[in-house]
């Protein structure tokens, strides 16, 4: 089980370590496994702007070279400018997307935690990204 105020804290942490000097928006993202281990990703931006990496396509690919395949129950993002937490993190498109080929293959529909100074938006990943695209379209 995954505790949420662990997963949002260990999210938190991520947010310093955002190399994002270019649009100055600090983004943290943490995913929670089911054994209640975490896997945190930052954002990675680039000199050329089109190139940079949101959180939770970092934290997804550090997973999955960590061998992770399945498992995934909780996720939580959270960011602002300079690192200042206010709205609650939404993740984008694509992101979604990444997250949800994993979530796919472990067959799970982790809760979504976008969070932001004053308050936490809850959510599905299938609600995030209904009738998804996925390994099981390709069979
Ligand atoms: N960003 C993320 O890391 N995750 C999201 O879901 C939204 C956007 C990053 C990308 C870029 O480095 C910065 O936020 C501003 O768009």
Redesign the pocket.
């Known amino acids: 089980m995954i505790d949420r105020e662990t997963l949002i804290a260990a999210a938190k942490d991520a947010v310093a370590r955002a190399y994002?000097p270019y649009?100055n928006?600090h983004?943290g993202a943490a995913l929670g496994f089911a054994d209640g281990s975490i896997v945190t990703g930052a954002?990675v931006?680039n000199a050329s702007y089109g190139l940079?990496l949101?959180?939770?396509t970092a934290a997804v690919a550090r997973a999955m070279n960590d061998g992770r395949r399945s498992e995934l129950v909780a996720i939580a993002?959270t960011?602002g400018m300079k690192g200042v937490l206010a709205d609650p993190?939404?993740?984008?498109g694509r992101?979604r997307q990444v997250l949800s080929e994993l979530a796919q293959l472990g067959a799970t529909d982790p809760v979504v935690w976008c969070v932001g100074a004053d308050d936490v938006g809850e959510y599905r990943l299938s609600e995030l990204l209904p009738n998804a695209f996925g390994p099981a379209s390709l069979l």
């Open positions: 994002a649009s928006f983004v954002n931006e940079a949101c959180a939770e993002v960011g993190v939404a993740p984008c992101c």
